[in-house]
């Protein structure tokens, strides 16, 4: 896959056909590309694992469980005490896992054949691998295989997932029991279903050398550190020896009510630290003292009403960003009324506070500017378009929004996705729990901001923001 931006998004059917494809065209036998993923995927194991941790691998009947077979073997040649739990309740097993079930059978491993609850045997602190069943699921668990995922889950032992945490199927259906991964261990692509807030805790990508599909393009692209570093640093400013402050753009930052002045200064700030060369605080009096803290940013006075924005000249701006700290008034309403009325130029980001104005205020979407980005966490995104059934409708409702109005929407999470006007999705894969404090999403407007005054484009400003933020945690 195009190694450039990062791991593929696809659904299972897209899935199994980048997998047909790469065992075609390279071409290689499809006993040897499972060999070849697994290789890659004990070799992360081997990172998270210590050598005297027992692991207990729970395999099903299809593919996902030849996975789980063949890390057995590979792991007990690699000096782990490894024990194998096989459900034989379900359909016949696959050619690929005939095969690794007779070439574990010649290892010290020992398999044990389940068939009822009672004979799944948990020990406390085992590490469990679970590789029941991957993506392609489309209906609820039920019957035996419920009863396995709830003993799981109960035992609070480490669960690792390979591809999908079984349970979680296509985006489609989240219904009844899943397994409660720690990690989800993704093998050349990542299933969309992962992306759902509510049940996974960490993906990790795993490159096993598949090859670009020239048919179907991926849902999306999830960046990196591994795959995305040169992307991303391909879409970052470019500057030359001789540049100055001048050559940089202009940042002005709007925000800061009675209060919550600390918001819209965590934005400047970043602006300036990602090289914007000059930032302008647009904010009431009372946020002075905190800008005396900050010499190297300018103050515009407001009193953030509507004769304020009546009044404020956006021109010579590079770029514009408004709502942290801002308020949610009648005062600052009008104020983003009237300034979304005017003609402005530069890309703006529109963030927290300018978010919940538009939320309660919806006629106010049509007056955004083209080309503008969007940073609504969970909350903010519920408050502007409402519930979603499940993360297909949300992902196709924000795409197709985005895409209508022709503006980029940065949903905020763990997992941040950005739609954006031209119809492109990317997942961040890097962000963490260092995030989960006020502020973040302030230094993230600001990191986009402070961008977007040096001249990049739109999206690879906002890509770009949402990739680095960890740094700045």
């Not at 036998?29 to 993923?37: F, K, Q």
């Not at 489309?138 to 396995?148: A, D, H, Q, R, V």
């Not at 020896?241 to 400047?268: E, F, P, Q």
């Amino acid at each position: 896959m195009n190694a450039s931006i990062g791991f593929p998004i696809f659904s299972s059917e897209n899935k199994k056909l980048a997998d047909k494809t790469t065992i075609l065209s390279e071409p290689i036998p499809s006993i040897d590309l499972l060999e070849r993923a697994c290789y890659q995927l004990v070799k992360k194991l081997e990172k998270e694992i210590p050598e005297n941790q027992t692991i207990h691998i729970v395999c099903g009947n299809g593919n996902n469980g030849a996975d789980g077979l063949c890390i057995a073997r590979i792991l007990n040649f690699r000096g782990y005490s490894v024990v194998v739990s096989v459900l034989q309740n379900q359909s016949q097993f696959t050619i690929e896992h005939k095969i690794q079930y007779q070439l574990l059978k010649s290892t010290p491993v020992i398999i044990t054949e389940i068939q009822a609850i009672s004979e799944l045997n948990i020990l406390q602190n085992q590490i469990i691998i679970d590789a029941i069943i991957g993506s392609g699921l489309n209906k609820p668990i039920e019957g035996f295989l419920n009863e396995i995922i709830v003993k799981i889950n109960e035992s609070q032992n480490i669960v690792y997932s390979i591809d999908n945490p079984t349970g979680i199927g296509t985006w489609d259906h989240f219904e009844g029991q899943y397994i409660r991964a720690a990690k989800t261990f993704c093998l050349g692509t990542i299933s969309p279903s992962l992306f759902n807030r509510s049940y996974i805790q960490d993906i990790r990508s795993i490159d096993i050398g598949l090859v670009e599909l020239q048919g179907p393009t991926p849902l999306g692209w999830f960046l990196t550190i591994e795959k995305s570093s040169e992307f991303i640093k391909s879409l970052k400013p470019k500057h030359l020896k001789h540049d100055h402050k001048g050559t940089r753009g202009h940042t002005l930052i709007i925000g800061g009510n009675m209060g919550m002045h600390g918001a819209v200064c965590m934005s400047a700030k970043m602006a300036s630290k990602v090289g914007a060369g000059n930032v302008t605080i647009c904010s009431q009096t009372n946020t002075l003292p905190y800008i005396t803290m900050m010499p190297e940013i300018q103050f515009k006075e407001s009193a953030l009403d509507g004769k304020a924005a009546d009044y404020l000249d956006v021109d010579g701006y590079s770029s514009i960003a408004i709502g942290p700290g801002l308020g949610v008034t009648a005062k600052t309403t009008a104020f983003l009324s009237f300034l979304l009325g005017k003609r402005i130029f530069a890309p703006m980001v529109i963030d927290a506070d300018a978010l919940n104005i538009i939320a309660k205020n919806k006629n106010l979407f049509q007056r955004i500017p083209e080309n503008s980005i969007l940073t609504p966490h969970p909350k903010e995104l519920e408050r502007l378009f409402g519930k979603f059934e499940n993360e297909n409708a949300k992902w196709k409702f924000l795409s197709e929004f985005a895409r209508k109005q022709k503006i980029h929407i940065l949903a905020k999470d763990t997992y941040s996705i950005l739609f954006c006007a031209d119809g492109e999705i990317y997942a961040n894969g890097t962000g963490n729990e260092r995030l989960a404090k006020g502020g973040s999403g302030d230094k993230l407007t600001g990191l986009i901001a402070g961008y977007l005054a040096q001249g990049i484009q739109t999206k690879h400003a906002a890509i770009c923001g949402m990739f680095e933020l960890i740094e700045f945690a």
